[in-house]
């Protein structure tokens, strides 16, 4: 596949869940040393439930698409659920990526991780 699909321009011109979430439980960041770009992600945590998500990335647009999809996915989940979510289920809720840019999709699944990994080892997991 070498196009963008409607689902990753969708994505593109309008991300859902942009910016910092200013009572954030936790962060995590993702970065592609391939190409220098990087994502932070913000969680808030009730109940062992990610019931808000947010997003920061400085990267080509297809990490605008995937960003904007991992939080999608990550929302009203788990942390166990969260934290199982793959580069393949990103690739898959875009439609596809094209081939150059399918490393993209490690930003966001590495960034959720870190974020649940710090939320897990911060003093909030015994109230969350
Ligand atoms: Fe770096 Fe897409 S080219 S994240």
Redesign the pocket.
């Known amino acids: 596949m070498d196009l963008f699909t409607e689902t990753i321009i969708g994505h593109i011109m309008h991300p859902r869940n942009v910016g910092k979430l200013p009572d954030a439980d936790s962060e995590g960041m993702g970065g592609?040393p391939?190409?220098?770009?990087w994502l932070m992600i913000y969680i808030k945590v009730r109940d062992g439930i990610i019931s808000d998500i947010s997003f920061l990335v400085h990267?080509?647009v297809?990490?605008i698409a995937t960003s904007s999809v991992t939080t999608e996915l990550a929302k009203g989940k788990s942390l166990d659920d969260a934290y199982q979510i793959t580069e393949e289920d990103i690739i898959t809720a875009l439609g596809g990526l094209p081939e150059y840019?399918l490393?993209?999709s490690v930003?966001g699944t590495t960034a959720l991780r870190e974020a649940i990994d710090n939320y897990r080892h911060s003093d909030k997991q015994a109230i969350g």
Do not use: I, N, P, V
């Open positions: 592609e391939g190409c220098g770009d990267g080509c297809a990490a840019k490393h993209c930003l």
